[in-house]
């Protein structure tokens, strides 16, 4: 017999430990493992330099762009850590990130010193990290984003110590199409240097280049075995458009994940390089179009797609679609939306239109160490929606039982997803 939840100080204390201790599918991340080397990022330099740090530190700094990108990356963290942490106080969400890594990575002192934290990690390997990182965040497994026309990517995929069966295997792989999608004339350079015959003007009917680009994919697809293939697509993203695009989705993307049974992951709503003198901290927002995912979804009932907007303005757009569509799951707080205010509205939202039928978080880390930071700060915010979403039912006399909770916050933190791509 499962235990009857009693009264609001007992459900807090449930839902609290459950949503704190029970262990999450990261659906979506930019992390490697230990055997993709460099392309792993770890370490209180990486953790200091990360874009979103950047973006803020530049609006207090007095380096110039040029000065502070000519600087050694250690130099760079030692500026950030002085303007962000020493000059002004840590309240922004990702500088209270760097601290909650700090704390739970036992490094917290009376007088902290970024000197003491690379000390630290001098004395970790990868590896033991990777372990101990998982551990801490209570992460179980994550998938990253794998970039086939990234020579660094390909390089890595292409060694024998990666090959897929060999692979540390919390890390699971997503194969990520930005450059085909969003910059159809570089890539079909590209293609055409590693020997696929495709045509820059490609057309609907041009069935040799959509054959070369589909080859290409099914190649990728059988290299790295990923859970879905995905991409961002900026805030005009229109389906369907008389633009290529929409030929590649239509002609190309699309029947290769109905060969090979995968999801198609779409994350809209970027504008990238809006201040290209900040790199990669230059990418901005703007409200997008939802009906595209509409149109999709309609289109291709059979078809899987995961899907996150970037604007809190299309929200509950996507909501709403979601109440239409079984074959859509929506994910995740995305990017400038992963802050506790707007991940506790756009949370509380969903629970009220779609009960627990969603994937409410993912990380997007780039850098190992922030699963801990980011899991951390959603976990709370999604208990605290959750007490509430519960006190409401048990206002109305219905009874809930500790299985119960058990059950909804497994499928909030893995079941959902997993069950959603199950081939
Ligand atoms: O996957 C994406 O396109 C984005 O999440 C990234 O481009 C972005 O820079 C990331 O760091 C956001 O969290
Ligand atoms: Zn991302």
């Given at each position: 017999m499962s235990i009857l939840i009693t009264n609001g100080t007992e459900l807090r204390n449930a839902v609290n430990r459950l949503v704190q201790n029970t262990p999450a599918t990261d659906v979506h991340t930019h992390l490697y493992p230990a055997s993709f080397s460099e392309l792993?990022?770890?370490g209180i330099d990486?953790?200091?330099?990360?874009h979103y740090l950047v973006a803020e530190t530049f609006r207090h700094s007095s380096l110039s762009y040029d000065e502070f990108w000519g600087l050694e990356k250690h130099h760079q963290a030692d500026h950030i850590w002085s303007t962000l942490f020493l000059e002004h106080t840590p309240i922004s969400e990702a500088t209270r990130g760097v601290l909650t890594t700090i704390n739970k990575l036992g490094l917290v002192s009376d007088e902290p010193k970024l000197s003491q934290y690379?000390?630290?990690y001098d004395q970790i390997q990868p590896q033991e990290l990777v372990d101990l990182v998982f551990d801490l965040a209570k992460v179980k497994d994550v998938v990253m984003t794998n970039d086939p026309f990234d020579q660094d990517e390909r390089d890595k995929?292409?060694?024998?110590?990666?090959?897929?069966?060999s692979l540390d295997n919390r890390f699971h792989s997503a194969l990520r199409l930005d450059p085909l999608l969003n910059d159809w004339e570089t890539t079909a350079k590209k293609l055409n240097q590693w020997g696929y015959r495709v045509d820059a003007q490609l057309g609907e009917t041009d069935d040799e280049s959509?054959?070369?680009i589909t080859r290409f994919l099914w190649e990728w697809i059988q290299k790295i075995d990923p859970l879905y293939l995905a991409a961002s697509l900026p805030s005009d993203?229109?389906?369907p458009n008389s633009d290529i695009r929409t030929i590649l989705i239509q002609k190309c993307i699309l029947p290769i994940c109905a060969k090979a049974k995968l999801p198609l992951s779409i994350m809209v709503g970027v504008k990238r390089g809006v201040n290209p003198s900040l790199r990669l901290a230059g990418d901005m927002l703007a409200s997008a179009d939802v009906t595209s995912i509409e149109n999709l979804c309609r289109d291709f009932p059979n078809q899987k797609f995961l899907v996150t907007f970037l604007s809190r303005e299309d929200q509950h757009h996507l909501s709403v679609l979601a109440r239409k569509f079984k074959n859509l799951m929506i994910f995740g707080c995305w990017w400038f939306l992963n802050t506790p205010s707007l991940i506790k509205e756009t949370t509380q939202m969903r629970f009220e239109l779609l009960g627990t039928s969603f994937v409410p978080q993912h990380s997007d880390a780039r850098i190992l160490e922030q699963l801990i930071y980011k899991w951390s700060h959603s976990r709370a915010v999604i208990a605290d929606v959750l007490v509430d979403q519960y006190q409401g039912v048990l206002d109305t006399g219905w009874?809930?039982?500790h299985d119960e909770v058990e059950r909804d916050v497994n499928d909030l933190l893995s079941d959902n997803f997993w069950r959603f791509i199950k081939k």
């Open positions: 792993m990022l770890y990486e953790l200091l330099t990360y690379r000390d630290w995929w292409n060694s024998k110590a990666n090959v897929r069966s959509l054959g070369e993203f229109k389906y009874k809930i039982t």
